[in-house]
């Protein structure tokens, strides 16, 4: 109900059908008390969902007859607070059809104006400083309406009747542009675009303040600037995304991408979140933009400020997060101005404040359907049903990597947008933030707090830290809850779950298991042989240090005769900084150095993600021998897979899809042995090993085939930004 013009439809029908009373904001639900003939109520009723506005879902709660009142017309009534909250909090959405049209006509007195919107789109999530959804609430609280608004936001007939982040260029929120070498600032709205745009035609990069934090820009045809942006982020490897304009979309896009119907439709949803495309061969984009990879981000523009600047550009425009590597995106005019300074020539400020950092989300479409690698501005925090209600509100922190967090009380489980890697100091605050921040925005304060069970994970020091009792849960217990917790209509799994690594109930370094159960109740049934990875985790950054542990532990000489590695050896044999692992991620990073693909990594997942671009054909896979172990695991041994990887006489895209076969059928091999032995309902596929779309659709096909009902993460990343919801999950199925 919150933020889509709810109230405003119920004041207009109920004025249209001649009715009495009030309507107002109840801490998240609506609250109508209506009087009139019983057929008009009637009427009212039905029509209250029926014609609701699009980005509404309602439902009625509860009904009650009411004794007859005095009252001469309909109104809305101020806020109030129930005693219980329900708090949903409404999403930040790209402009309407209607607000663009307006944005586009030169008549119209918002025309240019970067901070349009109306009750079906605009911000919400990152404008909301507390709750109720009312404009004091809200950064929009400095900004007084003029009179032209004010008239707008009380006359129920006008589309912005009570649109909270109403604005217009005389009363709103204003742009400016600032050198980056430069005290001087341009404050002219229309000349500080111009002279952006003029900066990026030139092959400057430029930040742009935007909803939930700031982009760097540059010229996504300029190789040149591409690289000078790369150069500056310290960010040599990792693809960058690529924003186009919305009203060319169709004719952009295809000159450099191979995007189809479904997809546009994907990308001009109001949330515009990031797509993984294929790249078309003729593409006039940089290289520099992904080099090694088949796959760019492209995205829409997603605020009327940034269509603004890729109409005025005329082109496709590089959108990277303004942040250095690895921490949540900025928000902060003058911190933006001090941290990005090395990086941006000029800065596009504006003044309205952002009240919580967002993220752009990240889709890629797998076995059939576009699923979240990353979520963040326009579609979290999502809310997810538990199957399981928790006994006491649950405050769950996740892991190290990718991270959010996730607030459960009752039935309802919130998850946050993506923070990120919890490795600096800035990121901790902000999860600390995003941690307080929840619990107020939804009224609910912790009792527990769930971590994982890697006791020098950030997170997991921060939550012994704090007053509350703590409970940890296994990380690959975690992925599989939270896979097990999107379909509660399956009893009992059989459930991959394949990562980099994570701590295991052995002590060791997990990422390649099969567990048998259901939450709560996990038992591991399978797994990958184990080698021990020199340096330990040092080896999640020198893939060629996977590429060793896998020859020593078949007994074979080093594998990279140009390095030195006898001081490496001699420790690995001594068991020093040479933690076991069975990790299907650690065994990807071993075949990225053996094939020469990548040695070392500027970001995390690089060897896999030009392995799985090299494949292009269907190839047959290696047989991998299973065979249960002294303790009852089943254990499917990679050593077949080392010469292959370092055989000469093929390609590396030849070994590249040989690696993938072979561990798809591998799956299989399992699934079937398993399946004379335990009785299982659904194959699940989990943890960031499956991003990978090659490998996850080959095992789907392949166990489809044989009989398997096979289920992947819809709803959540299958990576660790699934931790937490997964954390509640296990929790909740096994109260402490």
Known sequence: MQGVGFRPHVFRLAQQLGLTGWVRNLSGEVEILAQGQPERLDRFARELIRAAPGLAQPQLLYEDPAAAFAAQDFRILASATAAAADVHLPPDLFACP???????????????????????????????????????????????????????????????????????????????LQLASSETATRNPDAALAEAVALLRNGRILAVKGIGGYHLLCDARDDEAVQRLRRRKARPDKPLAVMYGSRRAADDLARDIAVNGAALARLRAPDRPILLLEKNPQSSLAPAIAPGLAEIGVMLAYSPLHEILLRDFG??????????????????????????????DAFLHHDRPIARPADDSVFRRIAGRWRPLRLGRGCAPLELKSPRPVTEPLLAVGAHMKNCVALAWDDRVVVSPHIGD????????????????????????????????????????WA??????????????????????????????????????????????????????????WRRVATLRPFRLPGGERAGREPWRSACGLAWELGLPSPLPERDTSLLKNAWERDLNSPITTAAGRLFDAAAALTGVSLTYSHEGQGPMRLEALCRTDRVALPLPLARRADGLWQTDWAPLYAMLRDPGASPRERAESLHASLARAMVEQCLQLRRELDFAAVGLTGGVFQNRLLTELATSALAAEGFEVRLAAQLPCNDAAIPFGQIIEAASTPA
């Open 98 to 176: 209607d607000c663009l049209a307006e944005l586009e006509d030169p008549h119209d007195r918002r025309y240019r104006y970067p901070f349009i919107n109306c009750t079906q789109c605009g911000p919400r999530y990152t404008v909301i400083r507390r709750l109720p959804y009312d404009r004091p609430n809200t950064t929009l609280a400095g900004f007084a309406l003029c009179p032209d608004c004010r008239s707008e936001y009380e006359n129920p007939a006008d589309r912005r009747f009570h649109a909270q982040p109403l604005a217009c260029p005389v009363c709103g929120p204003q742009v400016w």
């Open 315 to 344: 082109g496709p425009l590089v959108a990277t997060s303004g942040n250095p590597s690895g921490e949540p995106v900025l928000t902060d005019p003058e911190e933006a101005q001090m941290r990005l300074s090395h990086v941006a």
């Open 422 to 461: 919890m490795g600096s100091l800035r990121s901790l605050e902000v999860f600390e933030h995003v941690v307080q921040d929840l619990q107020s925005l939804y009224g609910v304060s912790a009792a527990r707090i769930v971590h994982d069970a890697h006791a020098d994970y950030a997170t997991s020091r």
């Open 464 to 521: 012994r830290r704090q007053p509350l009792p703590c409970r940890a849960v296994f990380h690959h217990h975690a992925h599989a809850s939270a896979l097990a917790g999107e379909h509660p209509d399956v009893a009992t799994w059989l459930m991959f779950t394949w990562d980099g690594v994570g701590l295991g109930e052995d002590g060791s370094l997990w990422g390649g298991e099969t567990l048998f159960g259901s939450a709560g109740n």
